[in-house]
């Protein structure tokens, strides 16, 4: 019996996706529930469960756009195969859309193992310069080929017969923009378009958060099972500081402008298809333990592209912390149609005037890009100066002065 896969709906706003990877190859046996092709949409990345176990047909291959409901391939219900261990297999007749896996490599560089599925990327790459997955350690999850392994193997030339190396082909590799960057890119021209997008910046003194981080972190761990970070920090921050200027926590609707009572915070956090911003909701009601480990979660989920459509979406203000990538200053963008976002930077040792005398001192930049059309420079300003105050005086946000 022929099961078709299809497309399923993910979201009331996403009506097509891209097929980013098939995880058996066609002709290939999958085991009931186990993830059978990978699917990336505007704003999220899923994968599609096999509804029942057999041989895998692919009729739509990696990288083509289908639209919600297609049909993308067939599985012929049938019972696993000999010695199949309950998961899938890339076992292949002809693997039309994902390569067949690699047999045992007879080598391996740089720490490297045998390459179990080779990913399109470097499968062109293979081919470019004639080579044989074989050859190439593989270092991606699960013992995937990656573009970079073999980019490295390349770079890094091959001995040949009398001992020299083979330099590496100038060449590049012209891909089409994802689902989920080419949203992005649409999002960030329209926030410069329609918005009237202006940031200022002030620098904070994070000595008493690192402190308090230093004298607190066994006991905050012990009893709640997770470490304490500086992201509570400025979330707790940023909550006191909207409800003093509620226009940066506002939107612009039409004619109308749309205050929040409420405070959904999206948090940036780097995943494995890139930058996501899940949204920490009801912000103001949360601890600072469970905002870490709200975080802590989301971060987790983020690298096996896990996180829900819903929790992208419906954000009224964003956090994001350039300084875990090295970021001494920049100016981000806001996420429409919210009216603020927060920049963090990387936190380093400056001499400031602390009571009359030149110190050492923790500093961070910190920069508020917001909508001028709804925010007054003076609120903005002062907003960024509320921040301040509740970082280099953490008790300010427990007493609430």
């Not at 059978?36 to 994968?47: M, N, P």
């Not at 067949?100 to 179990?116: F, I, K, L, M, R």
């Not at 509570?232 to 506002?250: G, H, Q």
Request: charged residues 25%; hydrophobic residues 40%; aromatic residues 6%.
């Amino acid at each position: 019996m022929s099961i078709e896969i299809k497309v399923p709906s993910v979201g009331e706003s996403i009506t097509e996706v891209v097929i980013g990877e098939w995880y058996v190859a066609d002709g290939g046996y999958v085991a009931k529930d186990a993830d059978v092709v990978g699917l990336e949409s505007d704003k999220a990345t899923f994968d599609v469960p096999a509804p029942v176990g057999g041989i895998v047909h692919i009729d739509v291959s990696a990288g083509q756009e289908a639209q919600i409901g297609d049909v993308i391939g067939h599985i012929e219900e049938s019972e696993p195969p000999e010695g199949h261990d309950g998961g899938q297999t890339s076992e292949s007749t002809s693997a039309k859309s994902s390569p067949a896996p690699a047999a045992a490599a007879s080598g391996t560089n740089d720490g490297g193992g045998t390459a179990t599925h080779v990913m399109p990327a470097a499968q062109r790459l293979l081919d470019e310069h004639g080579l044989d997955a074989t050859a190439v350690a593989a270092t991606g999850p699960g013992g995937r080929l990656l573009k970079e392994d073999v980019l490295r193997h390349v770079e890094g030339g091959a001995a040949g017969g009398n001992g020299a190396m083979v330099p590496a082909a100038r060449s590049e590799e012209v891909v089409p923009m994802s689902p989920i960057r080419r949203r992005i890119a649409e999002r960030l021209v329209e926030a410069q378009t329609n918005a009237a997008l202006l940031t200022t910046f002030n620098d904070v003194d994070m000595t008493a958060v690192m402190n308090l981080r230093k004298t607190y972190k066994e006991a905050f761990v012990e009893e709640h099972e997770v470490k304490l970070g500086f992201m509570s920090f400025f979330v707790k921050a940023a909550v006191d500081a909207l409800k003093r200027y509620p226009a940066i926590n506002a939107e612009i609707r039409g004619r109308e402008i749309a205050y929040k009572n409420f405070f959904d915070v999206g948090v940036a956090i780097g995943g494995g298809k890139g930058l996501v911003v899940p949204v920490i909701r009801n912000a103001e009601r949360l601890s600072f333990a469970e905002i870490e480990e709200t975080i802590n979660d989301f971060g987790a989920r983020a690298r096996k592209n896990d996180i829900g459509l819903d929790e992208l979406q419906g954000g009224t203000f964003t956090i994001s912390n350039g300084g875990v990538y090295g970021s001494l200053l920049s100016t981000p963008i806001v996420n429409p149609p919210q009216s603020g976002v927060l920049g963090m930077h990387r936190i380093e040792q400056r001499p400031v005037v602390v009571d009359g005398q030149v110190v050492p001192r923790p500093m961070m930049y910190l920069a508020l890009t917001y909508d001028h059309r709804i925010v007054d420079g003076r609120e903005a300003v002062q907003f960024l100066a509320r921040i301040k105050e509740c970082i280099e005086d953490p008790t300010r946000m427990i007493l609430e002065v």
